[in-house]
């Protein structure tokens, strides 16, 4: 596949895979989305010597600020049930993939861009990353594993207040409540997600697999919860509210919510 949307790099057994949308601030559109899904399924399970996965930002200010907001409109139910769904899948590949995967966050990490961070087995921050869920205020809630995977990293207050709040966390809040693994000045990012992925290279493949596979599996009993989150968020598209966060948004102004 010729990506549009992605820049890979292969260099020394490590792939690394820029977001690469930096005028949208890399948010996810469908295109995006279908690329990452190629990645993960058949682009890096063929890489010879393959040690590991680094996923980035293009760009200064953001890793990825959420999914394609514009790309909202228009959706029934039961279409914004099938494409959170297949977010949801998307990221239970990367989640699931065999080799290390680590982000390495340069910048705002939004809505499905924190989304991707939490999917992959570890997050490095670059010193100005900012990491949220703002989807309440497109009178939404996180599709692609948001409710289930902040709750996992960050305990269940923490996760409420950020899914009710719309609020970001700062790299330093962000590390110290676990959702990243480590905290390192801007530009270093991607140096620091190649150190952690050289230390597991040197250590038995198969075993690097079971862990994380086993890993994960103290997780599987939540699966039902990641349906209930696909099953609300097509629910919501069908709002009032949901389309004037949406509008409000694109006219760069503050959404008036009325609760139908
Ligand atoms: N989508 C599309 N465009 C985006 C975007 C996004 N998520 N975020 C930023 N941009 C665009 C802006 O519209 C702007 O474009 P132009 O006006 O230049 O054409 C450009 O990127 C630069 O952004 P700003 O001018 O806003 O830059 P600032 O530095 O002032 O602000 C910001 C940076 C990150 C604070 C701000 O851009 C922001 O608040 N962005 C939105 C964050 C957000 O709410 N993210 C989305 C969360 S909701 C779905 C499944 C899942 C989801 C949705 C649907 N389906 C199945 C249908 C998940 C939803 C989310 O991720």
């Not at 399970?45 to 909202?72: H, Q």
């Not at 990221?91 to 939490?118: D, R, S, T």
């Not at 709002?239 to 694109?250: I, L, Q, W």
Request: glycine share 10%; hydrophobic share 45%; with cysteine.
């Amino acid at each position: 596949m010729d990506y549009e949307n992605l820049q890979t790099e292969f260099e020394d057994g490590i792939l690394v895979v820029k977001i690469n949308r930096e005028k949208a601030l890399n948010a996810l559109n469908k295109q995006t989305m279908l690329e990452i899904r190629y990645l993960f399924e058949a682009h890096a399970p063929d890489l010879d010597g393959l040690k590991g996965v680094i996923v980035t930002g293009a760009g200064e200010k953001a890793f990825v600020a959420g999914a394609d907001i514009k790309e909202f409109e228009g959706l029934d139910r039961k279409a914004a049930q099938a494409l959170a769904k297949n977010g949801q899948d998307i990221f239970f590949l990367i989640e699931n993939f065999a080799k290390p995967v680590v982000a390495a966050v340069n910048g705002y990490a939004l809505g499905g861009g924190c989304e991707l961070a939490m999917a992959c087995h570890m997050r490095v921050a670059g010193e100005k990353a900012r990491f949220g869920q703002p989807e309440v205020n497109l009178g939404l809630i996180a599709g692609y594993g948001g409710t289930q995977r902040l709750t996992q990293l960050i305990g269940k207050a923490k996760s409420m207040e950020l899914h009710l709040t719309g609020d970001m966390l700062n790299a330093e809040d962000a590390y110290r409540l676990g959702l990243v693994n480590y905290v390192v000045p801007k530009g270093e990012e991607i140096a620091k997600a190649k150190e952690i992925i050289e230390k597991t290279a040197g250590k038995a493949p198969v075993a690097i697999a079971k862990a994380i596979k086993a890993i994960n599996a103290h997780f599987n009993e939540g699966k039902q919860a990641y349906k209930t989150e696909h099953e609300l968020f097509g629910a919501l598209i069908e709002t009032d509210d949901f389309k004037e966060g949406v509008n409000a948004f694109v006219e760069k102004r503050k959404a008036n919510f009325t609760g139908k």
